[in-house]
């Protein structure tokens, strides 16, 4: 989604009681690898670095993420911010404070069974600049990597939506990030990249950003090209209102067709649309269009969920989301 900047006060905040017994996770009845939900949060406020928990940002909620988990979901992205993991400087260090907020919602998450992705919500910058410094971004995956090279229920997300970049720099950073990780002792995790343009499934290739990312190598063979997709007018994922019944089949087709035509694998890795009829067929229509397609795609994820989106338009938070209530239980055999 198209969010440079994400504003929320306190006054909005829902709190994150103690983690409920273990659950562990349901069969989902679809042919998918992952499918799950983006935990927004810990990438809030984000002109207040490195700002305060509880007033700047906050932490998925636990019991919202074992509802989720009931319902089949095994997938659940965690936005967070790289200023706050690592301040000052991409090759400074670690703000224990902050990460030891992404240790234990990691480690709840990993612990139920389910992937924890791993998402650095910057649009390629740090402190709003575009990333440049190609070894300083492999210095600070080095660092996280590390972190949580022993649980392989961790997913590794580059960055999120590179945009308004050299398509060639941001390949390189991808596949800095692919090196630094491996080179960190995490060789078992998969690693989800993402390119330029909002990495975007519906000019995947028109962008240009293909050329590039279709060159990065793993020794691991782990690599799952990520890619988002919304459904109204300019693809922002800013309306309820969808283009028509059939936009999500037909803005995949072309990174369908690149993702066979070059033996690749890829996740739809944000995804949404209005709770209302035209929205729930194309989205329909699109995670049918991925299942007939399971070969290529290895699922989706909704945006987005978290405790302080209130009333959002997109909202899976349960239990009284926008689209939690009104587009979920029309989505199930997709789980």
């Known amino acids: 989604m198209r969010f440079v900047e994400t504003i929320v006060t306190a006054a909005t905040v829902v709190g994150v009681v103690a983690a409920p017994a273990p659950t562990p996770t349901t069969k989902r009845a679809s042919k998918f690898q992952f499918v799950g939900v983006n935990e927004s949060g810990a990438e809030f406020g984000n002109t207040a670095l490195p700002g305060q928990l509880g007033k700047d940002y906050t932490w998925p909620d636990q019991n919202a993420i074992t509802t989720m988990i009931g319902k089949g979901m095994n997938s659940f992205r965690v936005p967070m911010m790289m200023e706050r993991f690592i301040p000052n400087k991409m090759t400074g260090t670690v703000n224990e404070t902050y990460a030891s907020g992404l240790d234990t919602i990691v480690k709840f998450i990993t612990g139920k069974g389910a992937y924890a992705i791993i998402d650095p919500h910057n649009f390629g910058r740090y402190y709003s600049n575009i990333i440049t410094d190609v070894e300083g971004f492999g210095a600070w995956w080095g660092v996280m990597a590390k972190r949580y090279a022993t649980n392989d229920k961790v997913i590794f997300d580059t960055n999120n939506e590179f945009h308004d970049e050299d398509n060639a720099l941001v390949a390189n950073l991808n596949q800095k990030a692919i090196d630094a990780i ?56 800013t309306s309820t209102a969808c283009v028509s019944s059939t936009i999500g089949k037909e803005r995949l087709q072309d990174a369908t067709a690149w993702l066979k035509a070059n033996g690749k694998k890829g996740i739809l890795g944000e995804t949404a649309g209005g709770s209302n009829a035209q929205c729930i067929s194309a989205l329909q229509g699109m995670l049918g269009y991925m299942a ?35 587009i979920l239980p029309s989505l199930t055999q997709y789980i």
């Open 182 to 237: 491996r080179a960190a002792g995490a060789t078992s995790q998969y690693i989800f990249v993402e390119g330029n343009s909002w990495t975007g499934a519906w000019h995947w290739t028109s962008s240009g950003t293909a050329d590039g990312m279709g060159k990065l190598t793993d020794p691991s063979d782990k690599i799952v090209y990520e890619m988002h997709q919304y459904l109204d007018t300019d693809g922002s994922g």
């Open 292 to 326: 007939d397609n399971s070969d290529v795609w290895t699922g989706w994820l909704w945006w987005g969920a978290g405790p302080w989106w209130g009333n959002y338009i997109y909202g899976m938070e349960p239990p009284s989301g926008t689209a939690y209530t009104g």
